[in-house]
């Protein structure tokens, strides 16, 4: 009996929420859709001089709900694995510092409401990227031509909570817009408004409750503001300029400290029968709070699309690729002083299993050449990892990434 009770709760307690779902929405237009993928991807570095051997690990793994509750009302939960690596301890995922900067975060990724009665001037609340960088908002990692990001990466911001006023399309004049003012300490660590010189979220610890329910209700009094305005004309061209502005924690040592982290961002893309361009170059002052410190970044990046140009059949879908990035760090603080610039060469070339859904099933190969990176391999081989920017190579590196997605 105790078993048939137990199995009857199991079952109530699956099944009575789908049925429930369901049951509500009956009047949305979407949803609930489960979706998610999975990124598996090994990697070996040539020229370190060490026994470093072939590495595999889950690059990223992704699994989120999405929909509309009611018409209007849209909403998207996500869930992240990264750096998740295989050793004698089992599946695990990695903390700390790792190569490329903070690795191994799990958690939430992304949790928002939209609320979208008129077009022109939707209304979206919760965790989401914060609007500066065009691979950055406009490239989820399931579509992105090349394993890694781009090493601005580092230069914009990533996800963090607030509020936004935003349209993909005004009034169908390709012209579009973000707006958004955010918690002033990122959720997400390894970009220009997170580190020891951004004020913390929370007012003064000495201040009256700041948690009720697991509510805060203190707050700092400072935020970050973050917008984008860009412009499309599909499919030959799309422009975007974007930035924005954080508080700093400048109260604590206004020498070390600056008052304000201030990044901006300009971008392009777009393409014509199977030939496709990007290019980006993103500019930040006092990166994460540090008075004199700055760093600028650009990058130019093509692929031809084989199948697309109908050049190969649909069961050899192929698209090399190629991105030329430049990085160097600016100001009179230390990281300043690593030569002229990093730059990575990176040469790629991307298999899609079905060309009439790419993304479900793809296979990556790239191939990352640096140079001008004897003084960032000092940087890290002193700890110093802040010095190495995000998603940057400093040894010559080959990749291979498997890829399925539903």
Not at 89 to 100: D, M, N, P, R, V
Not at 196 to 222: F, M
Not at 256 to 271: I, Q
Request: without cysteine; aromatic residues 12%; glycine residues 14%.
């Amino acid at each position: 009996m105790k078993k048939n009770l137990v199995a009857f709760a199991v079952a109530a307690a699956v099944l009575v929420p789908g049925v429930a779902l369901a049951a509500d929405s009956s009047n949305a237009d979407t949803g609930p859709v489960l979706y998610g993928y999975g990124q598996i991807t090994a990697s070996q570095q040539f020229g370190t001089n060490s026994p470093e051997g072939l590495v595999f690990g889950a690059h990223r793994v992704r699994l989120g709900v999405k929909g509309e509750a009611v018409p209007g009302v849209s909403y998207n939960f996500r869930y992240k694995w990264d750096g998740a690596y295989l050793n004698s301890g089992g599946l695990q995922a990695l903390s700390g510092l790792g190569y490329h900067g903070v690795a191994g975060a799990t958690g939430v990724q992304k949790v928002w409401i939209n609320f979208g009665f008129v077009p022109a001037f939707q209304v979206k609340v919760g965790k989401f990227r914060v609007p500066i960088g065009m691979e950055r908002v406009q490239f989820s990692g399931d579509n992105l031509w090349f394993i890694q990001r781009s090493m601005n990466q580092s230069l914009g911001g990533d996800y963090g909570a607030g509020a936004e006023f935003h349209s993909p399309n005004v009034m169908n004049t390709g012209l579009y817009y973000n707006l958004a003012i955010m918690d002033n300490h990122s959720l997400n660590g390894n970009n220009a408004f997170y580190g020891g010189g951004v004020a913390s979220p929370l007012g003064s610890p000495t201040a009256a409750q700041a948690d009720v329910g697991g509510v805060l209700t203190n707050g700092s009094g400072n935020y970050l503001f973050a917008g984008m305005v860009g412009y499309k004309l599909n499919p030959l061209l799309n422009v975007e300029l974007s930035g924005g502005r954080i508080a700093a924690n400048h109260n604590i040592n206004p020498i070390l400290y600056a008052k304000s982290v201030d990044s901006w961002n300009v971008g392009a893309r777009g393409g014509l029968m199977g030939l496709h361009y990007m290019a980006e170059y993103s500019h930040v002052t006092s990166y994460q709070g540090i008075e004199g410190l700055g760093a600028q970044d650009w990058y130019v990046a093509v692929a031809a699309n084989l199948h697309q140009m109908t050049l190969t059949p649909d069961w050899l879908d192929l698209e090399p690729a190629f991105r030329f990035e430049r990085f160097s760090w600016t100001g009179n603080n230390a990281l300043a002083n690593l030569g002229s610039g990093l730059n990575n060469y990176t040469i790629g070339l991307n298999y899609y299993v079905n060309p009439n859904n790419p993304h479900a099933a793809e296979v990556q190969l790239n191939y990352i050449v640096p140079s001008g990176a004897g003084n960032f391999r000092k940087a890290y081989a002193n700890r110093d990892f802040g010095a190495v920017p995000a998603n940057a190579y400093i040894y010559n590196t080959l990749a291979l990434q498997f890829q399925a997605g539903f």
